[in-house]
T-cell receptor, first 108, second 114 residues
Framework: GIQVEQSPPDLILQEGANSTLRCNFS?????LQWFHQNPWGQLINLFY???GTKQNGRLSATTVATERYSLLYISSSQTTDSGVYFC??????????FGPGTRLSVLP | DAGVIQSPRHEVTEMGQEVTLRCKPI?????LFWYRQTMMRGLELLIY????????DSGMPEDRFSAKMPNASFSTLKIQPSEPRDSAVYFC????????????FGPGTRLTVL
């Protein structure tokens, strides 16, 4: 099945800094999504982005499907951005596979 | 809207017992998803429904697990018999139009099987 890797596994930032999280996948996909899980466990769907670029406030995402990676950019980070960021993909009807996540800690 | 509602929020049971987890999706949503999260396996999609019909149950781990969606406002995930390795947080999510659209998650049910 498709393999999903995320980097870095852990990231510590000072409030106000920018960051880039990466998601690599081993095969072509027709679905890629980014999720955020806050420190209390709540999951939020950030982006549906199988290709191209999207922006939502301080967050933006870019997927280069031909090169099998996606990037999540967080600008001017805030403490509320802390948590774990997951990407997930599915490969034309095969199961929806999550990456292991990047744990982000934003310090005040 | 109250968001996706899951019950119970916490469940502790003994091995061999039947466990039923419940989910009420956001009104008007036509897709419903069940996920499981463990330290060992991370997040996994177990099954999802479109218009109350199961579309993909390839993530259901074994026959001990079953899910139903008798109507647009209610779904259950049942484990019978439960085993300690089923201990996990189970999330329900709902949305419009399947996996290729935004999903809204419930708070999860933390299941502990002793």
């Amino acid at each position: 099945g498709i393999q999903v890797e995320q980097s870095p596994p852990d990231l510590i930032l000072q409030e106000g800094a920018n960051s880039t999280l990466r998601c690599n996948f081993s095969d072509s996909v027709n679905n890629l999504q980014w999720f955020h899980q806050n420190p209390w466990g709540q999951l939020i769907n950030l982006f549906y982005i199988p290709s191209g670029t999207k922006q939502n406030g301080r967050l933006s995402a870019t997927t280069v499907a031909t090169e099998r990676y996606s990037l999540l950019y967080i600008s001017s980070s805030q403490t509320t951005d802390s948590g774990v960021y997951f990407c997930a993909v599915d490969n034309y009807g095969q199961n929806f596979v999550f990456g292991p996540g990047t744990r982000l800690s934003v310090l005040p | 809207d109250a968001g996706v509602i899951q019950s119970p929020r916490h469940e502790v049971t003994e091995m061999g017992q039947e466990v039923t987890l419940r989910c009420k999706p956001i009104s008007g949503h036509n897709s419903l998803f069940w996920y499981r999260q463990t330290m060992m396996r991370g997040l996994e999609l177990l099954i999802y429904f479109n218009n109350n019909v199961p579309i993909d149950d390839s993530g259901m781990p074994e026959d001990r697990f079953s899910a139903k969606m008798p109507n647009a406002s209610f779904s259950t995930l049942k484990i019978q018999p439960s085993e300690p390795r089923d201990s996990a947080v189970y999330f329900c999510a709902s949305g419009m139009g399947g996996l290729h659209n935004e999903q809204f998650f419930g708070p999860g049910t933390r299941l502990t099987v002793l």
